[in-house]
T-cell receptor
């Protein structure tokens, strides 16, 4: 019930393409769904987050799509650039504020 | 912006040594966390602390302990290092509020030989 399942584990996308990373959860008490981005040698940094009262949130080239009935959410990176190459983590939390993390996706954008 | 500093970027220790990993924040946040990161396993919570002298076990506390004597400092202790504790260790603080954001340090890559 506490797990957040993330896929794929790794992803290669051509420059200019759309990168899509998916996450699924079971615990219906989760009410906050962030995505973190981690570059080599750095800690993860908050990229974008969504709450279940909206189905989509967009910030620049990054969009979270949220499907409450399916208990799934995804990160879309439009016009993917080599600088987007990083590891991406989805997460979820409930009112206790402790984050439950996905296993991570290593994204490589090929020039 | 808040800054989270981990004292070492790379450490090499011998099996059986006692290892201290230090984490310091430059603000007054109450919630601090220690994670380990391994390929394919994501971030696994070792211990966390809500306040000075308070600690709670996370998902994988075995072989570790923590100390929080001052609000700004949260230390992870490996009482007797083993090779299966070779990993990347990340300290984080929760900045609180509705955004519930976490700020991470840059990590310590520990190798136990």
């Amino acid at each position: 019930q506490q797990q957040v399942k993330q896929s794929p584990q790794s992803l290669i996308v051509q420059k200019g393409g759309i990168s899509i990373i998916n996450c699924a959860y079971e615990n219906t008490a989760f009410d906050y769904f962030p995505w973190y981005q981690q570059f080599p040698g750095k800690g993860p940094a908050l990229l974008i987050a969504i709450r279940p009262d909206v189905s989509e949130k967009k910030e620049g080239r990054f969009t979270i799509s949220f499907n409450k009935s399916a208990k799934q959410f995804s990160l879309h990176i439009m016009d993917s650039q080599p600088g987007d190459s990083a590891t991406y983590f989805c997460a979820a939390s409930d009112s206790n504020y402790q984050l439950i993390w996905g296993a991570g996706t290593k994204l490589i954008i090929k020039p | 912006d808040v800054k989270v500093t981990q004292s070492s970027r790379y450490l090499v220790k011998r099996t059986g040594e006692k290892v201290f990993l230090e984490c310091v924040q430059d603000m007054d946040h109450e919630n601090m966390f220690w994670y380990r990161q391994d390929p394919g396993l994501g971030l696994r919570l070792i211990y966390f602390s809500y306040d000075v002298k308070m600690k709670e076990k996370g998902d994988i506390p075995e072989g570790y302990s923590v100390s929080r004597e001052k609000k700004e400092r949260f230390s992870l202790i490996l009482e007797s290092a083993s090779t299966n504790q070779t990993s990347m260790y990340l300290c984080a603080i929760r900045t609180g509020g509705r955004m519930r954001g976490y700020t991470f340090g840059s990590g310590t890559r520990l190798t136990v030989v």
